[in-house]
């Protein structure tokens, strides 16, 4: 964490590259800074304000939202991007045409000096079949990593070959190929940006939920809360064998860290990481059913405060999924979180007679100061 006006710088030698590395920065953000390795100078507050432009490919729809500084909540049709530059929420929603489906978004910067995190919610109609996709991206280091799958993540999946055919193997082979293009954007610079991507992609009744990081996604059925995302955390026995099979060490820095430097095992970006921290996902998948109420996707800003059971009831006690999106980040914030906060709530409304088919609206895509 950052408070007030302090930006902090990082040098770091990790013990187990080969050869000397480079120095470089990382803004404040706890996810990547170990307490006894964090230098301070005071430059006074930078605030990324980011950039709020949205840009829709074909056949994509728009979806809308509105910024609130005083905490109520909105809802409405129409496309349109915006930020609430002065701390506020940015809440927003969706309804398929039909009413089958409806989504809703908050995005709160809370207690941190700058927004990292960033979402995106896209619907469309590819020969003929219903795709919505949602995704929360938190940036970390700066926020230049999430913005860039916010811009990019989602068009590239759409114009894989294989999106509708394996839709699997197209999710694993995009988040790759966007984490190897972000990297290569970033070549000249002194930055070394990262960010969690968790996203879940609908085509027609068929849920895939794809991870990399420590952002969650959690889904209802039948009142209970089920977690299709693990976070990637570097003492997971698995991602530390991955890790020093790699050549890589997992060491304790106030919280147990790849290389005594990122508390995560997964992230896109970090090129100085690589190639122990991957943008490789764990994707889950399975059919949507008369038992599917609600899926909750959030940064760790919710879920460090907020166990699964619990964010899944609250988000059950709202009928309006705009609601219920801005009712779990008010109680993030409330129960102490001292991160961003941003989630995106999908309701099932299985009582409607036809299959979900999105009207056109499309990417709310943002990020939110």
């Not at 990382?26 to 949205?54: E, Q």
């Not at 990292?116 to 991206?137: H, P």
């Amino acid at each position: 964490m950052v408070c007030g006006r302090c930006v902090s710088s990082i040098f770091v030698q990790a013990r187990f590259f080969t050869k000397r590395v480079p120095q470089f920065n990382y803004v404040g953000n706890n996810k990547g800074l170990p307490p006894n390795r964090v230098f301070k100078r005071y430059i006074g507050m930078m605030v990324d304000t980011g950039s709020m432009s949205t840009r829709a490919g074909p056949n994509v729809d728009m979806v809308s939202h509105k910024d609130d500084d005083a905490g109520g909540s909105g809802s409405g049709s129409g496309s349109g991007s915006g930020s609430g530059a002065n701390g506020g929420f940015v809440t927003g929603g969706w309804k398929s045409q039909d009413e089958r489906l409806s989504c809703g978004y908050s995005s709160f910067r809370g207690k941190r000096v700058t927004m990292e995190d960033f979402y995106d919610v896209k619907t469309s109609t590819i020969d003929g079949r219903s795709v919505c996709l949602f995704g929360i991206f938190d940036g970390h280091g700066g926020s230049r990593a999430a913005e860039y799958l916010k811009d990019h993540l989602f068009e590239n999946l759409m114009k894989h070959p294989k999106f509708l055919t394996d839709t699997k193997l197209a999710i694993s082979e995009t988040y790759q190929k966007t984490d190897a293009e972000f990297l290569d954007s970033e070549k000249d610079t002194f930055r070394d940006d990262g960010s969690t991507a968790s996203t879940a992609v609908l085509v027609d009744n068929h849920l895939y939920v794809a991870n990399v990081g420590d952002s969650r996604t959690v889904i209802s059925k039948a009142g209970k809360a089920i977690a299709l995302s693990e976070d990637h955390k570097p003492n997971r026995s698995d991602e530390r064998k991955r890790i020093e099979n790699a050549g890589g060490v997992v060491m304790w820095a106030g919280t147990w860290r790849v290389g005594g430097v990122l508390a995560m095992s997964r992230a896109f970006g970090n090129r100085m990481l690589k190639p122990f921290v991957v943008a490789e996902p764990e994707i889950q998948d399975q059919k949507i059913d008369a038992e599917t109420e609600v899926l909750v996707l959030a940064s760790d800003g919710l879920w460090d405060v907020v166990q699964n059971e619990d964010a899944v009831s609250l988000a059950r006690t709202e009928e309006a999924a705009e609601a219920a999106a801005r009712k779990l980040t008010e109680a993030a914030f409330n129960r102490g979180s001292a991160d961003n906060i941003t989630c995106i709530v999908v309701r099932f409304h299985h009582e409607k007679a036809h299959p979900a088919n999105p009207d056109k609206a499309g990417p709310a895509s943002s990020q939110h100061e």
